[in-house]
């Protein structure tokens, strides 16, 4: 289990938000797991969903995936990729 829970959402050019699916999350992770050492530590979960250790740049992550999703034709020009860290509450709120 991966102590990060991170977050990947496609906005379209209305500005409508929708988690990306998971498929392609596992499609840019298992390019990854071959050609990028860095991004070995992630774990697609689910629709919008990557799990990450903590030495996995988020910055990083953000241009590698926006680039591969771009390449891949999953993401249209005018297309934008929000890649965020979730928060954890506590169980006491």
């Given at each position: 289990?991966?102590?990060?829970?991170?977050?990947?959402?496609?906005?379209?050019?209305?500005?409508?938000?929708?988690?990306?699916?998971?498929r392609w999350i596992d499609?840019?992770?298992?390019?990854?797991?071959?050609?990028?050492?860095?991004?070995?530590?992630?774990?697609?979960?689910?629709?919008?969903?990557?799990?990450?250790?903590?030495?996995?740049?988020?910055?990083?992550?953000?241009?590698?995936?926006?680039?591969?999703?771009?390449?891949?034709?999953?993401?249209?020009?005018?297309?934008?990729?929000?890649?965020?860290?979730?928060?954890?509450?506590?169980?006491?709120?």
């Amino acid at each position: 289990m991966f102590i990060r829970r991170l977050s990947i959402v496609r906005v379209d050019a209305d500005g409508v938000e929708s988690p990306c699916p998971v498929r392609w999350i596992d499609n840019f992770s298992m390019r990854n797991f071959t050609n990028d050492a860095v991004f070995d530590d992630t774990l697609p979960v689910s629709d919008g969903m990557l799990e990450a250790g903590n030495h996995v740049p988020l910055g990083r992550l953000h241009r590698a995936m926006e680039d591969w999703f771009r390449r891949k034709g999953y993401l249209k020009a005018s297309d934008r990729l929000i890649v965020e860290e979730l928060t954890h509450r506590s169980a006491a709120g």
